[in-house]
């Protein structure tokens, strides 16, 4: 059973920066593909960005573009989503993702194992 263990996030004013990591406890053809999503309070779970497995294809959402990066560490197992210039609109609960080959990256119920989800707040 592949585990997702998550850290960062907290509070930040408008125009802060956070950063999220997520650490798998291993890489397997089910869940090399990884993401993060988030939830608002009354909204639905969302896609902000998603890395495959070489780390050469890297998708965001259009609200965090340019301003949140994902990268990842294969070495060590770990993803992080550098956010930048953050917005009210973006406090949530994030949460990281993983998958195997296959599906829309910003869909979550083809992701397979989840971790336990991180509260970002960001004040105005």
């Known amino acids: 059973q592949v585990q997702l263990v998550q850290s960062g996030g907290g509070s930040v004013q408008a125009g802060g920066s956070l950063r999220l990591s997520c650490a798998a406890s291993?890489?397997?053809?089910?869940?090399?593909?990884m993401a993060w999503f988030r939830q608002a309070p009354g909204k639905q779970r969302e896609g902000v960005a998603a890395?495959?497995?070489?780390?050469?294809?890297?998708y965001y959402a259009d609200s965090v573009k340019g301003r949140f990066t994902l990268s990842r560490d294969n070495a060590k197992n770990t993803v992080y989503l550098q956010m930048n210039g953050l917005k009210p609109e973006a406090t949530a609960m994030y949460y990281c993702?993983?998958?195997?080959?296959?599906?829309?990256?910003?869909?979550?119920?083809?992701?397979?194992?989840w971790g336990q989800g991180t509260q970002v707040t960001v004040s105005s």
């Open positions: 291993e890489y397997t053809d089910n869940s090399n593909y």
């Open positions: 890395i495959y497995p070489g780390g050469g294809s890297i």
């Open positions: 993702a993983a998958k195997g080959y296959g599906g829309r990256w910003y869909d979550s119920i083809f992701y397979n194992y």
